[in-house]
């Protein structure tokens, strides 16, 4: 794995590039971009988007990969003043804060992530926090090349704490697109290590797998590996590499769940970014240094060598034994049928 020299402003970034690959029309240069939030200041993280987006193009990258919520920030040991049975007034601002950190789909910041996506030939995908009126949702976002904006993944299962600040996705916001670079789909954190939503995106044929994260453990490395080996397909994980000086210092945002407020040099989120081939290999990092762009090229005839060996939802699957069914549909909580039936009625 080489080394190359970094261009970005600000903090030094180590770009780690794999060279590797066969035949250049049917490899992909990827990127995952480990790097932390500006938190509470949306501007200045889509300024700082911009500065990675354009290295990674520099170096030939042709699909970059941001962590979860990148965009509105990962509120790592924030609990928003929650107890069971109350909230605190301090929570109740921190969360007001936070709501106005987040950014509306569609919206101006969504078509400024278009415009970078045309602007630097790239298909991006971009962990951001959706705002929904007074809900908010950990949600991806997809751009293709041509400056588009293709779609969006909600989380549909937000973890422990999490569920008191984001909403819930539904099953219409799963999508797997169709590139020139392959099928392109994405699932959030933890609920990677659902059986059954992974198993809707094998459904869909994806061909490569975005896992935005905020999971650093070396456990998750083995979900990653497992994933790839399971789908048969490329598995691109990124991860934000974060000090405690990436947060507002105390006491207007405060560690909970440490037995001491960390030191603002602490890393308080450790990365681990990596790309893993469909084989299992692991194609660039895991890196846990620092804030990098982890690329690598990946060879599309894995995909069709690993489903030699194992098609989960094709020559390895039972229907007759073992089958899933997934609701697709847009869960509304207000319908208004009156109006349908008065423009039935005008047609």
Known sequence: MALVPSLAVGSPLIAEVDMGGSDPSSTVRATVVQASTVFYDTPATLDKAERLIAEAASYGSQLVVFPEAFIGGYPRGS????????????????????????????????????????????????????RAGYTLYCTVLFFNPQGQYLGKHRKLMPTALERVIWGFGDGSTIPVFETPMGKIGALICWENRMPLLRTALYGKGIEIYCAPTADARDVWQASMVHIALEGGCFV?????????????????????????????????????????????????????EGEALISADLDLGEI?????????????SRPEVLSLTVKDDPQNPVSFTSAEKTESIQK
């Open 79 to 130: 609990t928003f003043g929650v107890a069971i049975g109350s909230r605190s007034a301090k929570g109740k601002e921190e969360f007001r804060k936070y709501h106005a950190a987040a950014i509306d789909v569609p919206g101006p910041e969504v078509d400024r992530l278009a415009a970078l996506a045309g602007k630097y030939k790239i298909f991006l995908v971009m962990g951001v926090i959706e």
């Open 236 to 288: 691109l994980s990124a991860n934000q590499f974060c000090r405690r000086k990436d947060y507002p210092p105390p006491p207007d945002y405060v560690f909970a769940g440490a037995e001491e407020e960390p030191s603002m040099d602490s890393v308080v989120c450790a990365g681990g970014s990596v790309i893993i081939s469909p084989s299992g290999a692991i194609l660039a990092g895991p890196n846990y």
């Open 304 to 316: 069709v060598r690993a489903k030699f060996d194992f098609d989960v939802v094709g020559h390895y």
